[in-house]
């Protein structure tokens, strides 16, 4: 609807979606609305700077840097403004209409789980709808929050590049739409002005205490001077600059939360400052809740570079390899040319220098964390390994790395116990020179798999891998310290024959078979073969297990089933492997079999039992395509097994 420059426009959709809830769910903590304003003009300031240092010139050069709010009583409002880039009429409607790159979508999903985390933590309703309050800023939502306050804001804006000096003026109540049009106002003389017309319930937001608590509680370190009513705020040196004897943790933790709008404190912070080979000076944090680099966060990674105290770029992801995603913080070197394009960041060899050192720093780190603070490590892990891992790829690093890399595993007493590669090196029996492992969901169901029957015999420790990746890291890594790596489900036969029983077997020893029923065992297995026909290599005796009555195995020592099992998902290949069926002679099952078998050997029942036996132990190997045909196969079995003992009992 035009009128004398003047135009009204609905909001998209999903910005209606999110302003609903900003203005109808959020009333605690609704001061970080001043926080999301704030940074909104530092960026508009680190922008215009930015294009000032690569030589062009901007609109009333003199004016300075910074934001200024002011509080006028009697019209209840708040007025935050800047002196930064600015917006043309077309960039008002573009970037206050419209949600950003990570869309509303993303926030509504990100504001559920947050919520659900928030109120499983603390028992307490409100507290989710404070802490759902954290992620406005990272979903590309901040302006909107305003509207948690306001029931109108104008936005007056006044470009600070380009030759049209006009200003606009962009207004709306929150609801359904906004308008842009021209504007004589004398004020910006370049940047922006949003004055926010609070609603009743929100008056707190005209004292000057209130608003100058909340700027130094989340605005301490925004490198611009922000003014309440003329007076400076926020006074915070850039503490990265600062000498470390300086700091106190508490300054530390304060900037983490500026820095990354989380809530919680770090777990743990690094103060980097280095002369050579390269001059920067960093603070490194490690946060103390995990982010998913797999999955919504992709994205949120790299750290914030800044060439002397001027922020560079938000982000960079060529100061850190991928495997230390987890670190979140800034970096600041002399080095680099302030008019540096974005473009040449990439592969810049002073960036990798850094990179390379960060690295080294990090894992020293690392391993004085491990060495000094048990638990912390062991934090860090549960929050960050499954990033951390990543690093069997670092191969010039890769000894350090396998050294802070942690598992669960056999010996330990439960599913949250860690142990280092070299700790399970220093357990292991003499002669032992590999690392066994198996690939299991979780801890019960790495205990009862059958390969690790001859393990638990031996007492040879084997580690458990919870996650897909982990075995690519095992395959990866190849050695540690001169040790191999190996599934337990490969062991050759005599793999572990060296080592003496730890185990004394608990029920006696099944008799040894004779010389005649070995070779009716033979038989059987030759029959058992015919009756799976191809979906298995072969069927043969087995040396590995004690309580299972079977297991498959892969033909030749090959991949592990949780490997090959990856690679048919990404290959698309749904068939199933064609393994190796072993058999327990000693077991009571085999032995009964074996009798069915020399009593007839096309036995009917032996025939269903044998295909149930192959069922189970696809079971086992998470393969089963067909629990069907087990179930109604079950079922049989059972129902003649009924009828017997009823007529053995006599019941
Ligand atoms: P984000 O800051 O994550 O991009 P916001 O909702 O906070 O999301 O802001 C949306 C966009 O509006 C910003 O990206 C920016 O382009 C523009 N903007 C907001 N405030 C200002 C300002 N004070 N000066 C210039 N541009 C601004
Ligand atoms: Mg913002």
Known sequence: MAEAGKETRQFRAEVRKVLHILTNSLYTNREIFLRELVSNASDALDKLRFRVNRGESPREPDLPLEIRISIDKDAKTLTIADTGLGMSAGELAENLGTIAKSGSEEFLAGLAAEARSAGEESGDKDK????????????????????????????????????????HVWISDGLGTYSVETCDAEEPKRGTVIRA????????????????????????????????????????????????????????????????????????????????????????????????????????????????????????K??????????????????????????????????????????????????????????????????????????????????????????NSSTLPDADALTSLDDYMARAPEGQKTFWYVAAPNREAARLNPHMELFRKKGIEVLYLFEPVDEFVMEGLGKYKEWDFKAAENAADDALASFADKEKPEKEAAAPLSEEDN???????????????????????????????????????????????????????????????????????????????????????????????????????GYLKDPQALASRTGELLAEAAAWYTEVRKI
């Open 318 to 407: 060529e100061l850190i390899p991928e495997y230390l995603a987890f670190l979140k913080g800034v970096v600041d070197t002399e080095d680099l040319p302030l008019n540096i394009s974005r473009e040449t960041l990439q592969e810049n060899v002073l960036l990798r220098k850094i990179n390379q050192v960060i690295v080294k720093q990090t894992l020293s780190h690392l391993e004085k964390m491990a060495a000094n603070d048990a638990e912390k490590y062991k934090r860090f892990w549960q929050l960050h390994g499954k990033v951390f891992k990543l690093g069997y790829h670092d191969f010039p690093n890769r000894e350090r790395v396998s050294a802070l890399l942690r598992f």
């Open 519 to 621: 070779t009716s065992f033979d038989s059987l297995l030759a029959r058992m073969k015919e009756i799976l026909g191809d979906k298995v290599k072969e069927v043969r005796v087995s040396h590995r297990l004690a309580d299972s009555p079977a297991v498959l195995v892969s033909p030749d020592g090959g991949m592990s089933s949780s490997m090959e099992k990856l690679l048919k998902v990404m290959q698309k290949d749904d068939s199933l492997p064609v393994k190796v069926l072993e058999v327990n002679r000693d077991h009571p099952l085999l032995r009964s079999m074996l009798r069915m078998f020399k009593a007839d050997a096309q036995d009917r029942i032996l025939a269903q039992m044998t295909r149930s036996l192959f069922d189970a132990s696809l079971l086992l190997d």
């Open 197 to 316: 017309h609070l609603k009743d319930d929100a008056v707190e937001f005209l004292e000057k205490f209130r608003v100058e608590s909340a700027i130094r509680k989340h605005s301490a370190f925004v490198p611009f001077p922000v003014f309440v009513d003329g007076e400076r705020v926020n006074t915070q040196p850039a503490l990265w600059r600062e000498p470390k004897t300086s700091v106190t943790r508490e300054q530390y933790d304060d900037f983490y939360k500026a820095l990354t709008y989380d809530a919680k404190a770090p777990l743990d912070a690094q103060h980097i400052a280095v002369d050579a080979p390269v001059q920067f000076n960093a603070l490194l944090y490690i946060p103390d809740s995990s982010q998913d680099f797999f999955g919504a966060d992709r994205d949120f990674w790299g750290l914030d570079l800044y060439a002397r105290r001027v922020l560079i770029q938000h982000r960079n």
């Open 128 to 167: 989710a709808a404070a802490d759902a309050a954290n992620i406005i800023g990272r979903f590309g939502v901040g302006f909107y929050s305003v509207f948690m306050v306001a029931d109108k804001v104008e936005v007056t804006s006044r470009p600070a590049f380009g030759e049209n000096a006009q200003a």
